[in-house]
């Protein structure tokens, strides 16, 4: 059973940063396909991830502003979160699943983590 634990949100104002980590447990895991979606007032939606090969992908509305890594001797997640935006604002979550392809798809996803709140005020 894989754990997934999200921890660094926060609140910051417009401009500024945060880094999201999602710690998770068991070595096979690091290659599995895993993400970070968000959700706000409206549906869960994907924001990044690394995917089975190490390609990553971005949403469009956060391309040249987040950055998805994995450290994988730590078992960690990373996401950081630059030049944030109000409209970033939600809800975060960690994903994870043991297979590749599909990375926007929420319903392939079978681990999440609780969610970690962030918040951008202007």
């Known amino acids: 059973q894989v754990q997934l634990v999200e921890s660094g949100g926060g609140s910051v104002q417009a401009g500024g940063s945060l880094t999201l980590s999602c710690a998770y447990s068991?070595?096979?895991?690091?290659?599995?396909?895993m993400a970070w979606f968000r959700q706000g007032p409206g549906e869960r939606q994907a924001v990044t991830a690394i995917d089975t090969d190490d390609s990553t992908h971005y949403a469009d509305s956060v391309k040249g502003r987040f950055t998805i890594s994995k450290d994988r001797f730590k078992g960690t997640l990373i996401l950081q979160m630059n030049m944030l935006k109000p409209e970033d604002t939600a809800m975060y979550y960690c994903?994870?699943?043991?297979?590749?392809?599909?990375?926007?798809?929420?319903?392939?996803?079978?681990?999440w983590g609780q969610g970690t709140q962030v918040t951008v005020s202007s």
């Open positions: 068991g070595y096979k895991y690091n290659y599995w396909c």
């Open positions: 994903a994870a699943k043991p297979y590749g392809g599909a990375w926007e798809t929420l319903a392939f996803y079978e681990w």
